[in-house]
Each structure stands twice: as structure tokens, then as C-alpha cells.
T-cell receptor, first 114, second 111 residues
Framework: EAGVTQFPSHSVIEKGQTVTLRCDPISGHDNLYWYRRVMGKEIKFLLHFVKESKQDESGMPNNRFLAERTGGTYSTLKVQPAELEDSGVYFC????????????FGQGTRLTVV | KQEVTQIPAALSVPEGENLVLNCSFTDSAIYNLQWFRQDPGKGLTSLLLIQSSQREQTSGRLNASLDKSSGRSTLYIAASQPGDSATYLCAVQGGSEKLVFGKGTKLTVNP
């Protein structure tokens, strides 16, 4: 069974540019989550999809961040325009059920905004 | 607001030693607690999931306990090996369904 895959693994962009991160969850997992870890801080929740619907987007920092999940399969997270404080590692996770099942994480995308 | 604390932040032990990692959380209204392992530059690997009705879970040399009422969990690693070196993360899932993470404990097992 393929795990959660994220693209790209690294991205370096200039302030003001746009970046799109992609996540392919485990097949059959309706629940998809985005998390972020900025330098020196703990991993924090951004967004939760159930199939193609946004269940909870309370962790999204501001309207420069836009997440989509086309057809309930893969998801994209776009940052436009990027700011310096957006630098960090962005993780995607998927799970079969909403509660009490393991969350499987991708390897993360390391975003550096210069 | 749920907060998760992990102590110690870093730990260095000789190979073969048994060790305990600690995790505490402020809101006991959780559905489950998960322990993860993260190797440098890699994603998170789920180690153990303990549901709120359970007291402990075991997998190989790992044993995790949960005391929900006191807001504490421990991860016990028996007979540590250099390959156990990694950052160990604790996360709780409550009614909002999201995982709330601690900052992690960086473990180094010296040969």
C-alpha cells in the first residue's frame, strides 16, 4: 500500500511569489489534514478535509492560503503571495476514519521563502 | 485550549538502557493519544495509538501508557538501540478531530 506522498520535497521561493504544494493521501482515506511546523515550534493544524469538503479550516493563518481537494482525492495548498513567515515544513496526513484511527503522514514539504 | 508538553526536550542514553519519555496535556477530554517518531528530513511514523478507554498499548520494545484523568502519557522504550535515535512526538485528538502536538523529545542512543 502506497503511503502519503507530498510534492515537492523542497521549495525555495522569493517573497511575493506563489507556491503550490500537493498531497496524495492513501487510497480510500476520506480524511486529509494539512499541518505546518515553523522553526522552533510544534506542529500545528491548518485544515481538515472530509472527502472534498472542508471540515475545519480554523488553523489557516490568513487568506493568502488556499486549500483544495479535487474530487476527494489529492489536495493542493497554495500560498499566494508568500511571505517570509510562511517558511517551514508543511505536512499532509490522511486517515480512514475521523476518530480513533491512525493518522499517516507524508514526508513533508520544506518551504523556504527568501 | 489544549496544550501538550513533552519532557525532556532532549535525551542521550547509552545503548541497552531502558528509558521513559513523558507527555502531558491540559484538557483531559480527548478521544485518543498517538506517539510518533520522526527521523531527520522524514515524515512522521505512527508508533502507537491509545484510545481514551485504554490504559496502555504495546508494540515490540515500545509500551505507551495513558492516564487520561491526570493528563499524562509515557512512552517506555526497552533495551534501546542506536536505531531508536529520532525525535518522538506525542499528539492528542479531541472533539475538534485535529491532532495537537507537543514539541517532541529528541532521543540519541549512543553505541
Amino acid at each position: 500500500e502506497a503511503g502519503v506522498t507530498q510534492f515537492p520535497s523542497h521549495s525555495v521561493i522569493e517573497k511575493g511569489q506563489t507556491v503550490t504544494l500537493r498531497c496524495d493521501p492513501i487510497s480510500g482515506h476520506d480524511n486529509l489534514y494539512w499541518y505546518r511546523r515553523v522553526m522552533g515550534k510544534e506542529i500545528k493544524f491548518l485544515l481538515h478535509f472530509v472527502k472534498e469538503s472542508k471540515q475545519d479550516e480554523s488553523g489557516m493563518p490568513n487568506n493568502r492560503f488556499l486549500a483544495e481537494r479535487t474530487g476527494g482525492t489529492y489536495s493542493t495548498l497554495k500560498v499566494q503571495p508568500a511571505e517570509l513567515e510562511d517558511s517551514g515544513v508543511y505536512f499532509c496526513a490522511s486517515s480512514r476514519d475521523r476518530l480513533n484511527t491512525e493518522a499517516f503522514f507524508g514526508q513533508g514539504t520544506r518551504l523556504t521563502v527568501v | 485550549k489544549q496544550e501538550v508538553t513533552q519532557i525532556p526536550a532532549a535525551l542521550s542514553v547509552p545503548e541497552g538502557e531502558n528509558l521513559v519519555l513523558n507527555c502531558s496535556f491540559t484538557d483531559s477530554a480527548i478521544y485518543n493519544l498517538q506517539w510518533f517518531r520522526q527521523d531527520p528530513g522524514k515524515g512522521l511514523t505512527s508508533l502507537l495509538l491509545i484510545q481514551s478507554s485504554q490504559r496502555e498499548q504495546t508494540s515490540g520494545r515500545l509500551n505507551a501508557s495513558l492516564d487520561k484523568s491526570s493528563g499524562r502519557s509515557t512512552l517506555y522504550i526497552a533495551a534501546s538501540q542506536p536505531g531508536d535515535s529520532a525525535t518522538y512526538l506525542c499528539a492528542v485528538q479531541g472533539g475538534s478531530e485535529k491532532l495537537v502536538f507537543g514539541k517532541g523529545t529528541k532521543l540519541t542512543v549512543n553505541p
